[in-house]
Each structure stands twice: as C-alpha cells, then as structure tokens.
C-alpha cells in the first residue's frame, strides 16, 4: 500500500458533552450528505465544471469546500439513538460534528459524507442491538391510498463498519440508497401472523433514515497466542499486535504501511510490500467471526413478541487448511462492510527471521529495472521485499531532503529489495542470485546492507515515498498545496509479464499528460501505482488529465487479465469496472450474495455493487 502516514489518535476522540443528544452542525464547516453515488457526481461537477463522467470520480477539496448548511437535523429515527442508550447505558454514542466529518471519509480526494452518529461498541451483544433496531416498521406509519393497497412505512438505517480510517477508494463515505415504495414478502417481518399467510406479499414505503458508523477501537482483545496463529480483536492494529506479541519469536507480517486495524485489513483485502513473501490478507486469515444483518423487519404490531434474529457467525479455524463447506472465512475477506460486521480474527503468525539484509540498485531505464524483478521471480530467488520507484520518485524523495543530501539517490529508476532466512549465509545467497540477474539488465550502484539502522537509511526514499510525492505539489505562492485528501492514489496489479510494459507505458501517460505525479510498485508481484497529488487552484482541464491517467492505467491492465485492484478495494471509487472486469455474470453473482445475506441493504450500501 503506502507509506504510514495517518494520524488516528484524533479520530478515537469521543464527545462526552454529546453522547446522548444530537448536535446541531457547526456553522459554516457542516459535511455535505450525499444520498448516492450520482449525488457525489453532482457535488463534483457543480463544484468544478466537470462533465458528469468525470464528475463521478474527481477532486473536491476538505474543509473549505463543505456545505454551509449549518443547522441539518440528524436524519435517525427519533427514538433511534435514545432507545439504544436505554437499552446499553454505557454504549459510547458521539454526534459531535467532528467526529462525524472524521468517519465520513478516508484518506483520499473523495468528498466528505458523514454519518449522523458515531457508535463505539465493545460487546457482541451491543452490536446486535444496533444492527437489530436498523430494520423497523413505523407504528401508524400505514398510508391509504385510493388506487393501491394499503402501504406501510419502514424505516431502514444504514451501518458502516469503521476501524483506522485509512481507506482510500470511499469505502466509509455514507451513501444512501433512494427511498422507495417496493413489495416484500409478509414473512420479512417478525410479525408471524401477519394476514395469516407468511407467503403474501405487502407493499412498503421504504424509508432511509441516516445512518451509523460502528467504531470498532474497543475490540482490543489479543487471545493467547498459538504456534503459528493468534485471535485478536477487530480494532486491534498492526503495530499493537505485533508490540504484544514482541517476545514470541513470532510477527503478523502483513503490512500495509498505515496502522490499519486487523478488522479493516480483512475487509478491504490489504496487503503490501511483504506480500511477495507472505501473501496477503487472504492468505493470512485463519478465521473471522461477523455480525450479520437482519434478514427480518421489526414489526409494529403490538402483538408482535419476537424479534428479528441477528446472526453471529463463525467461520473458519485455527487450522493451516480446510475442506469444509462454503469459504465463508475469504467471503468476508474483501467485503468491505457489505455483508457484515467482524469483530474478531484469527491471523497466521510467522517466525522473525534471523538475518535481513536490504539493497538498492538504479538501472537506466523503468523497462529493465520491471524486467529485472519478473526475471528474479522466474527463477524462485527467495526476496522478502522488492520495489520499484520510477525516476520521478527519487527525484521528490531528493527534494524533500533539503540541505541534507546524505542520502540522496543517483535520479534513476531505482530498485529496493530486502533478503530474510534463517542465517547469513543463506541469506546472502539469495542476495547474490538477484545481484546477477540486476547486474545482467545493466543495474548499477548495487549496495546492500545488514545493519538495522543502516537498512533503514538506505531503504528511506521508499519509506518516506507518499509524502515527498505529495510535497511536489506545495503552493509556493502561500496557498494550500496538495494534501493526502486531495491525491488520487492508484492501485492495479498484472501478471509480472506484462508488469514491464505496463508500467512503462502509465509512467510515459503521467508524462505525456504534463501531471505531476510518482508512479512506484511492490513489483514482487505486480502490483503498482501511482500518487498523483492535486492542488485547491489546479484547473478543471488538470484534474480531468490526472483522472485521464488513472482511466488508462485500468483499460490497460484489464486488457492483459489484471485487477483494477489489487490491494485497496472497489468502494464506490472502483465500481464502474468491476463489470469490466468480471462481466455481468460475476457482477450478478456478487449481488446475489449482497441480497441473500443483506436482503435490506443496510449494510455500506452503494460500496462495490448496487442492489
């Protein structure tokens, strides 16, 4: 993924002032609510002079640009958040306007939409409750009409799952279906005898009523740790798993360079610069236990005595393999919020190698340096780490060092590996092997290095890649320059031997198209992108070049059976290819496991596929 570079501390902040009443929205800097996807387009092309196409995915800009409507009421069921509170006394509720802007974007140029309320659970049985009371009908909410039958009212709340914020295609943006008049089967509802014959339809007002972030920061539980695998808690991160688990001998190894939680690597499928040794979350995910939505609507009824079921399922084990049934375990990997919400995770663990060294070579041109990485692969040399930054990228890296040029890099396309085994000597074996194969495509200035410090040191452009990239666009003129919620951040993946050209060719693109931009990959394999940062007075004609970049990018790797993801999800950003990608038999097979196991939608609505 990219470099750490998100500052969670801000967003764990919950207003005690305001945990049991709404906020009216602070004047002038109130989020702007947006209902669907087509509602984002038309905040983008109003705001920008951009045609509807382009629209849909382009920049807006924070702060400066939200909506002035200062006195929004929540959009909740009235007795919503109060009924919880009795329910759970000390359930942490915040509508503190902060905390809603916060939970309403991740950390990309899509606008901010927000939730009405912010929940941080830290039971099961809390998360029940909320999921439970997202699905009710409205008691005297019955219309007549003169030419239909009588239509109830129901009122559907919609849930996103929330873990670090870290996200970037829109994935815990709050978009809302359109309300609706539809027929559902009688059976939906808890009401048992409902015109005495559950198979009767009855048509009803669907009306969507706001929505909820769940916070997952409580889910903190670190169960004991087993010989290769660990449960932990959905809100635990990376870095809190791996400092606990720092005198075992062993390490969660999969690292997306943000302090992602556990929860939210396995919803969005992450993976990152260790991918190419340890695979991603696919591979590192033991087990999952989810909440899931309510297949049935509260009924009005006052003879109604049951409610509707939340499920709590369990998939998966401990075990390195299994046979058994459905992979609910990797349906739930990638799911985005869509289907569920986890709250624990069982993770392979792997021994902390003994001896690492990294190096570093440049070649002359992108073509070799790509060609070099699928020629390792080819021949199995074992490498823990392997990225490739384009000259753009060592250039912001040497920018951003100033006066200091200690650790400038020669301005060339630019390789960085990195060796783990069980020894030294098998470790520079490997090294060896890779050094003969970058030394056949041309490489020079190959160094390597042991020593902690040092690796760190030479190994600092790729570390330090996402900001000095961003750092290209500073407004000299004393305006605000480009920032992470201004940056289009790219993410495709291609079979490695097609890795070479395509890379070339989308760098070639950010050059032809006079943006400013870096484009780097985790080329172990084949998976790239590129950081393309954008200012508050870049032109309408500029933001449409930078989009051009990306368009291209996808219509290429999909020409060669790539993903136009291939570790940061679809959210709303991506969905316009999955069709492209899968066709319409794997969109419709996607929808239909949204619409058995979310038969409501409230579950991220509008995120990867539209039911």
Request: aromatic fraction near 6%.
């Amino acid at each position: 993924m990219i470099s750490s570079h998100v500052l969670t501390s801000a967003r764990r902040v919950v207003s005690e002032t305001s945990r049991r009443s709404s906020r009216r929205w602070m004047p002038s800097t109130s989020p702007c609510y947006c209902s669907s996807q087509e509602a984002v387009a038309t905040q983008n092309q109003s705001r920008h002079g951009l045609t509807q196409e382009t629209a849909s995915r382009c920049f807006v800009s924070t702060s400066t640009k939200l909506s002035n409507d200062a006195t929004r009421p929540s959009r909740l069921p009235s007795n919503f958040l109060s009924s919880l509170q009795i329910l759970h006394p000390d359930l942490k509720i915040s509508t503190n306007y902060y905390d809603l802007d916060s939970h309403g974007h991740g950390e990309s140029y899509h606008p901010s939409s927000p939730p009405d309320a912010v929940v941080y659970p830290s039971t099961v049985d809390e998360i029940r409750d909320i999921l439970r009371m997202c699905c009710r009908e409205v008691a005297g909410g019955t219309h007549h009409n003169e030419d239909e039958d009588d239509v109830s009212t129901v009122e559907l709340v919609s849930i996103i799952p929330y873990g670090a914020g870290t996200s970037v295609e829109g994935h815990i943006n709050m978009m809302l279906p359109q309300d609706e008049v539809v027929e559902i089967p009688s059976s939906s509802f808890t009401d048992s005898t409902m015109d005495g014959n559950r198979s009767t339809m009855k048509r009803v007002r669907v009306m969507r009523k706001g929505g909820v972030s769940i916070d997952m920061v409580n889910f903190q539980s670190i169960g004991e740790v087993g010989p290769n695998f660990v449960k932990v808690g959905a809100g635990v991160t990376r870095n809190t798993l791996n400092d606990a688990l720092r005198h075992t001998g062993l390490q969660f190894m999969v690292d997306p360079g943000a302090d992602a939680t556990i929860g939210g690597m396995v919803a969005t499928g992450a993976s990152g610069t260790s991918a190419v040794k340890y695979g991603t979350m696919r591979e590192n995910t033991l087990a999952v236990t989810t909440v899931l939505p309510p297949t049935t609507i509260q009924s009005a009824s006052p003879d109604t005595t049951t409610t509707n079921d939340i499920v709590v399922a369990h998939s998966g084990t401990a075990a390195l393999k299994s046979s058994a049934g459905y992979d609910l375990t990797a349906l739930m990997t990638c799911s985005e919020g869509t289907l569920g919400v986890i709250t624990d995770v069982t993770v392979k663990l792997h021994p902390i190698p003994s001896y690492i060294v990294a190096a570093k070579c440049a070649f002359d041109d992108l073509h070799s340096a790509a060609d070099s990485v699928a020629m390792i692969r080819m021949m199995g040399i074992p490498v823990s780490r392997i990225e490739l930054l384009d000259e753009m990228s060592i250039r912001a890296f040497n920018k951003s060092l100033g006066s200091d040029s200690e650790l400038a890099c020669t301005v060339k396309p630019t390789l960085f590996l990195e060796f783990a085994g069980h020894s030294e000597k098998a470790t520079m074996e490997d090294l060896r092997a890779a050094r003969d194969v970058c030394l056949e495509f041309e490489a020079t200035d190959f160094v390597s290095e042991s020593d902690e410090n040092t690796r760190q040191k030479l190994w600092s452009a790729r570390h330090k890649l996402y900001y000095s990239s961003i750092a290209l666009r500073v407004d000299n003129d004393g305006g605000e320059g480009a920032t992470p919620r201004n940056t289009l951040l790219t993410d495709a993946c291609v079979p490695l031997s097609h890795f070479a050209d395509i890379l070339t060719a989308t760098a070639r693109d950010v050059e032809e198209l006079d943006v400013v931009g870096t484009c780097f990959g985790h080329a172990g394999d084949g998976n790239f992108h590129c950081i393309l940062p954008m200012a508050e007075n870049d032109t309408v004609d500029y933001k449409q070049r930078v989009f051009k970049v990306n368009e291209r990018l996808i219509e290429r790797v999909l020409s060669v059976n790539g993903t136009c993801t291939g570790e940061h999800g679809v959210g709303y950003g991506k969905k316009v290819y999955l069709k492209k990608q899968y066709g319409d038999g794997g969109v419709k097979m996607m929808e239909r496991v949204k619409r058995g196991i979310d038969p409501f939608n409230i579950m991220n609505p509008q995120k990867i596929v539209d039911v």
